[in-house]
């Protein structure tokens, strides 16, 4: 095990995808992860790998496409719109069924928005946004050492289900200071081993069987059947990715969901309404998708409202009704537009819910 | 040790971001949890640059954004006039008193007038100011062990650096309380 | 008997599916041959467009992938990054590369990516049915300019073989054409020296292959032939726009 380091959020990402096996980045400068392409520039070549620096986000998402289906690992990084831009990209890596790494460090919007923090790709992000029946695993960390973790395992799940993954962190987490303890760096798959290790990858075809990365079906049984064996996989990606963390469930009056930073915004809140003589619980998913409706039936009788806390217009509301069943009301706690909540705002915002709700 | 919650505001240039960071540094060395947040969010207009930094001697962090602060520190006028409130009653404010001539306007607080910059000039190096005020905050709440602090500082001023550890060390130890 | 002719290994074994006439199957041939005659065939890496050849891998007996619309040198140059001793290529047409993926073959060339690229310059979106493609001639007429294509309406035919050759990236650009058997035997030349300045490490090399589309030009394959020598050669010159010398 490492010494801890304090690390800015962007560059211990990045750090931690390097560590995880990745060795090529594509990316476009975007605020507020811009720190990423620059570390990645300076890092790569010092580390056996390769930085590009694209024209376009189109240009990054589909450079990586080459590098995926070509058998490399491939990391990507941008902020809500670029990430936008990116879908189509995606679409096409779940279609060809090509691995890469994504991160999006997100902010406001619609539009240009602001380059404050936010939650407002939540749809974005777990609703496709590329054209086409497909799904990526999204994780959002909460803490620094969280993403590190799971942007060092990222590259291996993409492998293993030949599919993109995304991390959501916002725009705050990127900015910040937290230490942390970095994994030890894995091996790298070289492009010698990669007939071997990834033999559906285009490598030449030499190595025996020839091989072709596609996502065109042009005949509908065979396309349907290619979605279907998409579908097979994702059921087991739903079994074996879901994430979540439950706290104070069993007898909170008033339960937060919240992801990301807001999820410690909502600890703080928890702890400050306990103070009060108020009991709260929290859920914190991890993977917002395959987004952890279980967790919701560990809601105990006591729970009389279920209060979302979210930097965007109530964009997971959706989910939390769908695990929360009825069960009881479903509230909204949120800022958008870069605009932070503090805990106390959510203490006093929880306290009025409470009293509609008693 | 209960969560200590600092927050540092200047303008660019004044060392406030580097203040928060040697905090954070020596309280990671000391096996705290800690977090430093830049400016970002709300507190970004005002045309100064600030810093969060919160310190949880025995459980993770739970929040690196806050609402009221045990320790502020404000190195310029418009720093004191936005900033003062978030002070939390019984806290500490810490006013640079060499180019904040205004006093602070609250009678539940704890107020030291610290003049940075005239003490990093008698030192030597006007650079130092922000050391300076780093000292004073310690000497009146010594949330990180010094010797944590000197370790960082000891790795911040190295190679080209290493002709200014000295002052700094010193720097740290110009003020005295009243 | 010694035999004179033998189809190359570098296509699969089966027909394409592109229309009668259509010069995608001689280009296709030309390509394949080539990485065939050079032993290049096992390390070959293409990636195929959107439109018409976005089958080419049905029919290239070489590792392949697809590229979105337009993307494809993207694509080829991420497979580069990870694979940097082996033989890549892009198959694009116009509407493909001259205009939805404008940008990243610009940027492509002006990286000096080591890669090759074929452009299929027909004139015309064959896929989607005969629309107006960025390179359709003034006056040529297609579905979306019934009477023809005026400046007025929808500006000037894009060169893409001069446009890139302003870039200092590019290492060799040759336009040629499949409308006779001279013209043939030249474009194989053309893209044997692609794949020469690929392997020296020169850089990017382009080979522009002005094409036919007689299905949607409306013309039986050999007027096709003419149409081409007659309209498209005396709009986009032939020849070597920038030269690279192998050692």
Redesign the interface.
């Known amino acids: 095990m490492g010494e801890k380091v304090l690390m800015k959020g962007n560059e211990a990402f990045a750090e931690a995808v390097i560590r995880g096996g990745c060795r090529f980045y594509f990316g476009y400068p975007i605020t507020p992860q811009s720190e990423i392409p620059e570390f990645m520039s300076r890092e790569l070549p010092k580390r056996g790998g390769k930085f590009l620096q694209a024209e376009s986000e189109l240009g990054a998402v589909n450079m990586a496409y080459g590098c995926g289906a070509a058998g490399g690992r491939g990391f990507i990084s941008s902020s809500s719109p670029g990430i936008a831009l990116m879908q189509e990209g995606m679409s096409f890596l779940c279609g060809a069924e090509v691995p890469v790494t994504i991160l999006n460090v997100s902010r406001g919007g619609p539009g240009i928005g602001s380059i404050q923090p936010g939650q407002a790709d939540y749809n974005q992000v777990t609703r496709g946004g590329g054209n086409g029946d497909y799904k990526i695993p999204v994780f959002a960390p909460a803490s620094i050492q969280e993403a590190v973790d799971i942007l060092y395992e990222a590259p291996e799940i993409a492998d293993k289900f030949r599919n993109p993954v995304m991390v959501l962190a916002d725009g705050l987490m990127g900015q910040m200071m937290e230490p942390v303890l970095l994994p030890e760096p894995k091996p790298e798959i070289t492009s010698a081993d990669i007939p071997k290790v990834k033999p559906w990858a285009i490598s030449g075809s030499e190595k025996g069987e020839r091989s072709v990365v596609k996502s065109l079906r042009l005949q509908p049984e065979v396309l349907e059947a290619h979605v279907s064996h998409l579908f097979e996989k994702y059921a087991v990606m739903e079994k074996e990715l879901e994430r979540v963390e439950c706290e104070g469930l069993e007898d909170a009056e008033v339960v937060f969901v919240a992801f990301g930073t807001m999820a410690r915004l909502a600890r703080e809140a928890m702890e400050l309404l306990e103070a009060d003589g108020i009991k709260a619980g929290l859920i914190r998913p991890i993977s917002l998708w395959p987004y952890p409706y279980s967790a919701f039936e560990k809601l105990s009788g006591k729970t009389k409202v279920v209060v979302s806390v979210e930097l965007s217009m109530g964009q997971m509301m959706q989910d939390i009704k769908l695990g929360v069943l009825g069960r009881c009301p479903v509230k909204l706690i949120c800022r958008t537009g870069g605009m932070l909540p503090t805990s106390l705002e959510v203490v006093e915002k929880t306290k009025k819910i409470l009293e509609e709700v008693r | 040790m209960a969560t200590n919650k600092l927050f540092f505001a200047g303008s660019g240039g004044q060392g406030v971001l580097t203040m928060g960071q040697m905090i954070t540094y020596a309280a990671m060395y000391a096996d705290m949890n800690a977090t430093w947040l830049p400016s970002y969010g709300p507190e970004m207009r005002g045309g100064t640059a600030n810093c969060t930094v919160v310190i949880s001697p025995d459980k993770p962090v739970s929040c690196p954004l806050i609402y009221e602060a045990d320790n502020v520190v404000v190195m310029n006028l418009p720093s004191l006039t936005k900033f003062e409130s978030l002070v939390k009653p019984g806290g500490n404010l810490f006013v640079n008193s060499s180019l904040i001539e205004q006093k602070a306007s609250r009678d539940d607080i704890n107020v030291y007038y610290v003049p940075a910059n005239d003490i990093a000039i008698e030192l030597g190096n006007p650079r130092t100011a922000n050391t300076v005020m780093l000292g004073a905050l310690l000497t009146v709440a010594p949330v990180v062990p010094e010797e944590k602090i000197y370790k960082i500082m000891e790795k911040t001023f190295s190679g080209r650096k290493a002709h200014l550890l000295d002052i700094n060390k010193t720097a740290l130890h110009a003020w005295k309380p009243e | 008997m010694k035999p004179v002719f033998t189809v190359t290994k570098g296509m699969l074994p089966v027909s394409t599916s592109y229309c009668p006439g259509c010069t995608h199957g001689v280009a296709h041939r030309l390509i394949m041959e080539t990485l065939d005659e050079m032993g290049l065939?096992?390390?070959?890496?293409g990636?195929?467009p959107i439109g018409c050849s976005?089958?080419a891998?049905q029919f290239m007996?070489?590792?392949?992938?697809?590229?979105?619309h337009g993307?494809a040198p993207?694509?080829?140059?991420?497979?580069?990054?990870?694979?940097?001793?082996?033989v890549v290529f892009t198959y694009q047409g116009d509407g493909d590369l001259a205009s939805i993926g404008m940008?990243?073959i610009?940027?492509a060339a002006a990286r000096g990516e080591k890669f090759s690229t074929f452009f299929i310059n027909n004139g015309i979106y064959g896929m989607t049915g005969g629309q107006m493609a960025p390179t359709t001639l003034i006056g040529q007429r297609s579905t979306t300019s019934v009477d023809g294509r005026t400046r007025e309406q929808a500006g000037m035919p894009l060169k893409i073989s001069e446009l890139l050759a302003t870039l200092d990236g590019p290492a060799y650009i040759e336009r040629v054409a499949l409308d006779s058997p001279a013209h043939i035997r030249a474009a194989k030349k053309a893209i044997r020296k692609a794949f020469e300045v690929q392997l020296a490490g020169l850089g990017f090399s382009f080979v522009e292959i002005l094409s036919t589309c007689p299905t949607n030009w409306g013309l039986t394959p050999p007027k096709a032939m003419e149409w081409l020598r007659e309209n498209m050669i005396a709009y986009y010159p032939l020849g070597v726009y920038k030269d690279a010398e192998v050692k």
């Open positions: 065939l096992g390390k070959a890496l990636v195929a976005v089958v891998h007996n070489v590792d392949m992938c697809e590229a979105a993307r993207a694509v080829a140059s991420g497979i580069r990054r990870v694979h940097p001793d082996k940008g990243e610009v940027h």
